[in-house]
């Protein structure tokens, strides 16, 4: 497993997607005859038959929670964490690069979309999830509350967010819920880009003039950090993690996450020839993986709870954003409502 690379385990991902909607779950299971079935019975089978549940398909309501939860705030991710890229679009430093960022934020508010639209799958209104994000009830990803600096930021966020987004979301191409496996398979091959094009800007950088790899070196010095806190808290601390494993909705726990993107991300950096900001970093023989200083937790938890550099900043953006395009929701309605032949 370890030796694929990231795509071939999406490749595998959507084969067993298309064969597991070719198999029926056998849902009686060994259960005496006198014994009435449940509806708990028949998802706890699919669960264990490694089947996909589906929006018709009855679930506990925790289930339904957990994925409302987690889908809303992966999409709200994809939507907020286009502010701090979108930022260098109109100083990119070639139309070529331009035009590169530019796919790249477009492919983000596409992911938002197909999320916004898996989580509707499970009874919620986009227009709730949206006001739960503006007002504070829902989360976005910790990552996107730190500024964009220099250009270098933008190749930083590829090779580092953007790795660290697929090592976090491949698992979830595997997604017991069907409709967030299916999204994910898409969002993983783009993201997969993603990441290339922010190693090949840091690769030109760190190869270009000594104050432009200075520049690369800064960046991925605040960048690192910050990408190892997304995976979120230790697994001793993670609130939901135990039981999102148990409905194969998470397949990993956070630090094993975080530790296989320590390991596919040093030899990366010896290529680019950047150093990574951490003294305890080694090679642990005994444990077949590297050694590395963890992420400052509390940090994560202030910026989780609101205090990091730019939480007010991207909400205000955010809810300006929606304010700015009310009239062209509006229209659109209006047009749907007129070609339906109703009122809006
Ligand atoms: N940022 C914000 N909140 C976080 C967090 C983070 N990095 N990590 C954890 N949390 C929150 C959880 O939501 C949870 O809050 P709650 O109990 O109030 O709901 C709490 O901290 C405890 O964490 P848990 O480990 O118990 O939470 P999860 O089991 O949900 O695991 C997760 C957290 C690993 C982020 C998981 O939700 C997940 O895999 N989500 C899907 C992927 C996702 O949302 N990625 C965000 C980045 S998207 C992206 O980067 C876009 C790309 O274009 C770059």
Same mark, same amino acid.
């Given at each position: 497993?370890?030796?694929d690379?990231? !795509?071939?385990?999406?490749?595998?991902a959507?084969?067993?997607?298309?064969?597991?909607?070719?198999?029926?779950v056998? $849902?009686?299971?060994?259960?005496?005859? $006198?014994q009435?079935?449940?509806?708990q019975d028949? +998802?706890?089978?699919?669960?264990a038959? *490694?089947?996909?549940?589906?929006?018709?398909?009855?679930? @506990?309501?925790?289930?339904?929670?957990?994925?409302?939860?987690? &889908?809303?705030q992966?999409?709200?991710?994809?939507?907020i964490g286009?502010?701090?890229?979108?930022n260098?679009?109109?100083?990119?430093?070639?139309l070529?690069?331009?035009?590169?960022?530019?796919?790249?934020?477009?492919?983000?508010?596409?992911?938002?979309?197909?999320?916004y639209?898996?989580a509707?799958?499970?009874?919620?209104?986009?227009?709730? !999830?949206?006001?739960m994000?503006?007002?504070?009830?829902?989360?976005?990803?910790?990552? +996107?509350?730190? @500024?964009t600096?220099?250009?270098?930021?933008?190749?930083? &966020?590829?090779? !580092?967010?953007?790795?660290?987004?697929?090592?976090?979301?491949? @698992?979830?191409?595997r997604?017991?819920?069907?409709?967030?496996?299916?999204?994910?398979?898409?969002?993983?091959? *783009? *993201?997969? +880009?993603?990441q290339r094009q922010?190693?090949? &800007?840091l690769?030109?950088?760190s190869?270009? $003039?000594?104050?432009?790899?200075?520049?690369?070196?800064?960046?991925?010095? /605040?960048?690192?950090?910050?990408?190892?806190?997304?995976?979120?808290?230790p697994d001793?601390?993670?609130?939901?993690?135990?039981?999102?494993?148990?409905?194969?909705?998470?397949?990993f726990?956070?630090?094993?996450?975080?530790q296989?993107?320590v390991?596919?991300?040093?030899?990366?950096a010896?290529?680019?020839?950047?150093?990574?900001?951490?003294?305890?970093?080694?090679?642990?023989?005994?444990?077949?993986?590297?050694?590395?200083?963890?992420?400052?937790?509390?940090?994560?938890?202030?910026?989780?709870r609101g205090?990091?550099?730019?939480?007010r900043?991207?909400?205000a953006?955010?809810? /300006?954003?929606?304010? *700015?395009?009310?009239?062209?929701?509006?229209a659109?309605?209006?047009?749907?409502?007129?070609?339906s032949?109703?009122? @809006?």
């Amino acid at each position: 497993m370890d030796g694929d690379t990231l !795509l071939d385990q999406v490749e595998r991902a959507e084969r067993a997607l298309v064969d597991a909607s070719r198999r029926s779950v056998r $849902t009686d299971g060994d259960r005496p005859d $006198t014994q009435e079935r449940t509806v708990q019975d028949d +998802f706890d089978a699919i669960i264990a038959a *490694e089947q996909k549940i589906e929006p018709r398909d009855w679930m @506990p309501d925790a289930y339904r929670r957990t994925l409302i939860r987690q &889908i809303a705030q992966h999409a709200h991710s994809e939507i907020i964490g286009m502010q701090p890229e979108g930022n260098w679009i109109s100083r990119a430093p070639s139309l070529k690069r331009k035009a590169i960022l530019l796919a790249k934020v477009q492919d983000e508010a596409g992911h938002g979309l197909y999320l916004y639209a898996a989580a509707e799958t499970l009874g919620i209104g986009r227009d709730e !999830l949206v006001a739960m994000l503006l007002e504070g009830r829902q989360k976005y990803s910790s990552i +996107f509350n730190y @500024p964009t600096l220099t250009w270098a930021d933008i190749g930083a &966020i590829g090779w !580092l967010v953007d790795g660290a987004a697929i090592v976090n979301q491949v @698992p979830l191409c595997r997604c017991s819920y069907g409709p967030y496996a299916r999204a994910m398979i898409r969002i993983c091959k *783009e *993201e997969s +880009f993603h990441q290339r094009q922010g190693f090949e &800007i840091l690769f030109t950088l760190s190869h270009g $003039t000594p104050g432009q790899r200075d520049m690369a070196q800064d960046a991925v010095n /605040r960048w690192w950090y910050p990408s190892l806190a997304m995976f979120g808290p230790p697994d001793a601390d993670s609130t939901h993690s135990e039981q999102s494993m148990a409905w194969g909705i998470k397949r990993f726990g956070n630090d094993d996450l975080r530790q296989r993107f320590v390991d596919m991300c040093v030899p990366q950096a010896e290529v680019l020839g950047l150093t990574l900001p951490d003294d305890g970093l080694r090679w642990d023989a005994d444990r077949d993986r590297y050694a590395f200083t963890p992420p400052d937790f509390d940090e994560l938890a202030r910026v989780i709870r609101g205090d990091g550099p730019c939480n007010r900043q991207r909400l205000a953006h955010r809810r /300006r954003a929606q304010d *700015e395009g009310a009239w062209v929701r509006e229209a659109a309605a209006a047009h749907a409502a007129k070609r339906s032949g109703g009122t @809006p």
